[in-house]
């Protein structure tokens, strides 16, 4: 591990290019598309979902394909886009115990944690999915999303397929997924697969703000620079539709899309596919106003614990408010020690967490170049995680009566589910002692958009710290659970070739 | 005396583990084992002489102490009652530490340092599994399958689990000031007083740990003689 100098631009690293039309797009890019279905199936008759999977797969004339990471024609959009993964449930049914043996024998490193899935007890506590968030509480809290007559098996075993449905036009996504269901084969009168979980997910609507969660924040201001992919190979690169210099260090595409220039041996099964945490996370908008509400200026607090402004400014580059003037890779080109090549702002060297927290929330999901954060080795490297999130339920109203449901859906896209989604989810988020050397008085807790449970018998958890520009430590007290888990899924994420594979009941 | 401000949680990051490790090592290789475990210790130290030394890892790797050491095959115990004993045609290595927080977390970042890899690689490729009782020597665990699949950067959990093969202790154990009586017993005078606190709460004007012990470290320390009694 050594220090960063970010004083040229990043050269993308040299690496064979990934095998577009073999890669599910959601791997490799984001596809901004406002209006999504995240569907879990149940397997019913294992020869009719083999079925319905072969004429998912490219090149078949159904209703819908799956939707891979070749470029768009004309860079013409699709009106949509499709993707798939299994469980280890769901791979066990379409391809055997024995098949699933081999592949796991051959593939350790990565599939290990797969197999044991979310529900998993050592996951749950390394992850947080406990009490509140434990496993037999998921899936059930939304009035309509449950689809099976029993209830959710607290394994997750009858949870096999999940489809992504994405949509350019908000009446599109049920004639779409009308089609999709059209797709799946009947047996002897039944369907080969059923719906268990549906949920549907829309943009945030306030006024003219796009792309926002319900804690107010704008999202989806920094994914990793995926290396070997067409539209990242330049230091300019597109972004809100226009073209913008990229300071983003290039991240192997291996830890996204599994290749053999990974240094972990898979199965060919695994070849250009990749493994998802799937979350279904339940967002506390009254807990985190009334929090933020305690302190003099409420959307300062707010910025403490995110590491931006509302509108995405970063506080690295705008410690005292939002900036209007910041467009395209503006708003993630910025380091914490030593400056981006265009990053904007006093670029500030950082290290002692006097302008952006250690705690906030964008600073531990990407410590970035702060190589005095345990185990951030690399940081174009081992821990980053796509991420294919996006809101669902309603905009929180003051008053509003108790119950409703809403946050955040999505997958959190890795090859290595320890080292990307688990590592941080447990070290640098859930886990105190994010970093040495920190001045905070609580070690700078966890992570404070998810939050303290009631249960944590961690007293420096309970309270956010920050340390302003001239020393001061200023403590906001009170610090309830944010963020809690409604449902969450480990599923493999295949490439085209092993989902035909899959779909005949194979290995590659 | 006010309890009030008395330690009563220590969270993992925090809480003190044992490594306690047996190594059955190629027959007449011994020595070769120490060179690994000296450029490990070099790896985390980050020597002084090095033009460009990296970064301060001693809170990373929160090891509080460390003892290698070597006995070549056939060694009969240093005491009168047995104590490490080398099997007939293997040497032993003996790892002792005290580490702070959680090993398996770490061990896939740790393993990506070159030169961490290349000492563990080398302890590794030195060992010999042959022939021990419960021990499937190319196992999915084994020297031979680590070393046969890119060395231990590549497969970090197998490499766990050969640690976990050899290793007397118990990795999920805390060091504990108060406790009732187990076997093993294991004691921690300061339980939650991690590398990386000592470092912090010896801050000297506000920087922690570097005037007390610098990093990288610019002079031996000097260790007077100590005495042993006088037993005749």
Not at chain 1, 149 to 173: A, C, I, K, Y
Not at chain 2, 58 to 80: C, D, E, I, N, W
Request: net charge negative; aromatic share 12%; with cysteine.
């Amino acid at each position: 591990m050594g220090k960063t100098d970010q004083t040229e631009p990043e050269e993308p690293v040299v690496l064979p290019n990934p095998v577009l039309d073999d890669i599910q797009g959601l791997l490799l890019r984001g596809y901004n598309f406002n209006h999504i279905k995240y569907i879990v199936l149940n397997i019913r008759d294992v020869a009719g979902a083999r079925l319905f999977c072969k004429n998912l797969a490219p090149g078949s004339n159904a209703l819908l394909n799956i939707t891979t990471a070749k470029p768009w024609q004309h860079g013409y959009k699709p009106p949509y886009c499709l993707n798939i993964g299994f469980t280890y449930a769901g791979l066990v049914q379409m391809i055997g115990a024995t098949n699933c043996g081999t592949v796991a024998a051959e593939s350790r490193e990565l599939f290990s944690v797969f197999k044991r899935g979310a529900t998993d007890s050592k996951n749950c506590d390394d992850i947080g999915d406990t009490y509140e968030s434990a496993p037999n509480k998921w899936w059930t809290r939304g009035k309509d999303d449950w689809q099976l007559p029993n209830p959710p098996d607290p394994n997750g075993n009858d949870l096999h397929m999940q489809l992504t449905l994405f949509t350019q036009v908000e009446s599109d996504r049920e004639v779409y997924y009308n089609k999709l269901m059209e797709m799946i084969p009947v047996v002897n009168g039944k369907p080969a697969l059923v719906p268990a979980f549906i949920k549907d997910s829309d943009p945030i609507y306030d006024g003219d703000k796009i792309d926002y969660i319900h804690f107010d924040y704008k999202d989806s201001l920094s994914q990793p620079r995926v290396g070997g992919v067409p539209w990242n190979n330049k230091l300019l690169n597109m972004r809100d539709g226009r073209l913008s210099a990229d300071d983003r260090p290039v991240v192997p595409s291996y830890h996204f899309a599994y290749n053999t220039q990974s240094p972990y041996s898979a199965h060919k099964l695994l070849y250009n596919g990749s493994f998802a945490a799937f979350r279904f996370l339940y967002q506390d908008v009254k807990a985190f106003k009334s929090f933020i509400g305690q302190a003099k200026d409420p959307d300062l607090v707010a910025a403490k614990m995110c590491g931006r402004w509302a509108d995405g400014t970063p506080l690295i580059v705008s410690p005292t408010g939002p900036l209007d003037s910041l467009k395209g890779f503006d708003y993630t080109n910025f380091n914490y020690i030593t400056h981006t090549t265009h990053q904007k702002g006093l670029k500030p060297n950082d290290t002692l967490g006097q302008v952006c927290p250690y705690a906030a929330h964008i600073r531990r999901a990407n410590p970035r170049d702060d190589y005095n954060v345990t185990g951030n080795i690399n940081e174009a490297g081992i821990n980053r995680v796509m991420r294919r999130a996006s809101p669902y339920g309603p905009k929180y109203v003051e008053g509003e009566p108790e119950g409703i449901q809403r946050g955040l859906i999505g997958l959190f896209i890795g090859c290595h589910l320890f080292n990307q989604f688990q590592f941080i989810m447990k070290n640098w988020i859930s886990n105190g002692k994010f970093r040495f050397p920190d001045a905070t008085n609580n070690r700078s807790g966890i992570d404070p958009l998810f939050g303290s449970y009631p249960q944590d018998g961690d007293p420096m958890h309970k309270y956010l710290e920050y340390i302003t520009e001239t020393g001061e430590k200023v403590d906001v007290p009170n610090m309830t659970r944010f963020i809690r888990t409604d449902g969450s899924l480990y599923v493999f994420l295949p490439g085209i070739t092993a989902l035909k594979a899959i779909a005949a009941g194979t290995l590659p | 005396m006010s309890k009030s401000n008395a330690i009563n949680y220590v969270g993992t990051a925090d809480q003190q583990h044992m490594l306690f490790l047996f190594f059955p090592i190629k027959k007449g290789l011994f020595h070769k084992a120490l060179e690994g475990a000296q450029l490990l210790h070099h790896a985390v130290k980050t020597a002084a002489n090095d033009p460009v030394p990296g970064p301060d890892m001693r809170a990373q790797t929160g090891v509080h102490f460390f003892m290698f050491y070597a006995v070549p095959a056939g060694s009969k115990s240093k005491l009168p009652v047995t104590t490490f004993q080398p099997m007939p045609d293997k040497d032993l290595l003996v790892v002792q530490a005290i580490y702070d927080g959680e090993f398996t977390d770490y061990i896939g970042s740790f393993v990506q340092q070159q030169e961490i890899e290349k000492g563990l690689n080398l302890i590794v490729s030195l060992m010999d599994e042959s022939n021990i009782p419960g021990i499937d020597a190319n196992g999915p665990n084994s020297a031979n399958f680590i070393m046969g699949h890119k060395g231990v950067k590549s497969n970090p959990d197998a490499f766990n689990c050969l640690l976990m093969n050899y290793n007397f202790a118990d990795p999920t154990l805390a060091g504990k000031a108060v406790d009732k009586l187990t076997n093993p017993l294991f004691g921690a005078t300061f339980p939650g007083l991690s590398v990386s606190n000592i470092l912090t709460n010896y801050s000297v004007n506000g920087v922690p740990g570097v005037e007390l012990w610098p990093f990288p470290p610019e002079t031996d320390i000097e260790f007077p003689q100590s005495s042993k009694p006088d037993c005749s």
